[in-house]
């Protein structure tokens, strides 16, 4: 069973009970790691076609954004949003192949660490809850690993073009996760992303982002 978070209660929701839920939209989205929910939220305000499902560990973090999408539509609420407590860390709930598009915006701590070290149960559960053929985009900012000294004291490597070439690509194509593009961009590009850490990040590090896009395929 999966848990649903609204506001500060949290229920179950069957696997059944989701693909329901789902139904008839254009696009099914999941914001794995999405801390506060707000991103989810506000896209989902703007893409009513589109179904979005944030998952966060961190439960109380989720409470705002699901409440204000379970509201009505008159004041504010948002039928297509939907907020699951799991972490993709662990052995997830299975989402068997629900989603369009997978996003990670912006992780941050222990996420962070397991996407750069390609984590296999984070790897395994975006595969999992991806349709064959699903797009994924992966915004990693570079407030940390451009610090040396904090970098080393995290053990975390340089993140450069070298190692998403030599290192990223080919360990994450071996999962079945095929990175397209790439790129480093600058504060600049990223002022107006509707993530709220996103924009705390951004406006405190001054920092470069990488962002991956592609394609997850299965077997």
Known sequence: MLEKIIGKKSHQLSADDLRELVAGYSRVVIDFGCGDGMLPYRLAQQNPDVFYIGIDAARESLAVASAK???????????????????????????????????WNFPWGSLMRALVASDANAMGNMIAASKKEADFVFYLNLYVFENDNQRTDMGLPEIDNDFVENTLRPTWKKLGIVVEETSFLPPDKLKDHPSTWAGRLIRRSGRNTLLMTGKIHHG
């Open 69 to 103: 999408a379970a509201k009505k539509p008159s004041r504010g609420g948002c039928a297509n949003a939907l907020f699951l407590c799991s972490n993709v860390l662990d052995d997830m709930p299975d989402l068997h192949g629900i989603a369009d598009e997978i996003q």
